[in-house]
């Protein structure tokens, strides 16, 4: 018994000393530097219309779009943490989402998402060629609200301001080529949406974006 808590005992120091080595010793990959690359994936958004201060419902348009993009960044590397800023703009697919207005039928609320763009900072752990990391930072958002029916068709955009949070991962393909996939939520401020007939209502957005990104590192 005494032997085996000896072997016990040893095997476990060796397997921590192994983890505090790996954990402590530099990436053979190195991240520093510049990048660009190219995104492509889904959207989903939620633009909540107030229109109750107007005389109007409120209601809910629900997006789902595909997502377009492109990224820029830098990335500074210290031991195994990888420290870096980026910024992004990415367009939708356009989709509108058609909700009936309770009580003020046959009128329909119609939004959509046009543009999503953010500037974050990231802070990683690297596993040689594999990055893991967490990101956040502000962001700009376009909405496209209108309300339609057989008399009226009022349409207007507006710019928003707010916060985003994310993650994802990154694989080194080769020296110069990365493969990321990453997660993005944000909310964004509440802005009147109006037009020449007067306000429509204040509109709220929030957003879900995942992507995967073709990275070409300087």
């Known amino acids: 018994m005494k032997r085996l808590a000896l072997s016990l005992a040893a095997t476990t120091a060796l397997a921590g000393s192994a983890i ?12 520093t530097g510049f990048y660009l690359g190219g995104s492509l994936g889904g959207v989903w958004g939620d633009l909540r219309v107030d229109a109750t201060p107007y005389g109007g419902p409120i209601w809910t348009n629900q997006t789902n779009d595909i997502y377009f993009g492109a990224l820029a960044g830098a990335n500074y ?13 990415g367009g939708t697919s ?4 058609k909700v009936p207005l309770v009580g003020f039928a046959p009128l329909v609320g119609e939004g959509k998402i046009d543009y ?4 974050r900072g990231r802070v990683g752990f690297a596993f040689d060629r594999m990055l893991v990391f967490g990101t956040g930072g502000v962001g700009w958002l376009g909405s496209d609200v209108t309300l339609n029916n057989a008399a009226i068709n009022t349409h207007t955009q507006q710019d928003h301001f707010g916060w985003v949070i994310g993650g994802g ?3 080194a393909l080769t020296d110069r080529v990365s493969l990321r996939g990453d997660y993005l939520y944000g909310q964004f401020d509440t802005k009147t949406s109006s037009n020449s007939l007067g306000p429509i209502g204040n509109v709220s957005p929030s957003v879900n974006v995942v992507r995967v990104s073709t990275i ?3």
């Open 20 to 31: 505090a080595a790996d954990l402590s010793s530099p990436s053979a990959y190195n991240w």
């Open 77 to 89: 590397q210290i031991d195994k943490i990888v420290l870096g800023v980026e910024g992004d703009i």
């Open 94 to 97: 356009g989709s509108t989402d």
């Open 116 to 119: 999503l763009g953010t500037l």
């Open 169 to 171: 991962a990154e694989w």
């Open 216 to 218: 070409f590192h300087f």
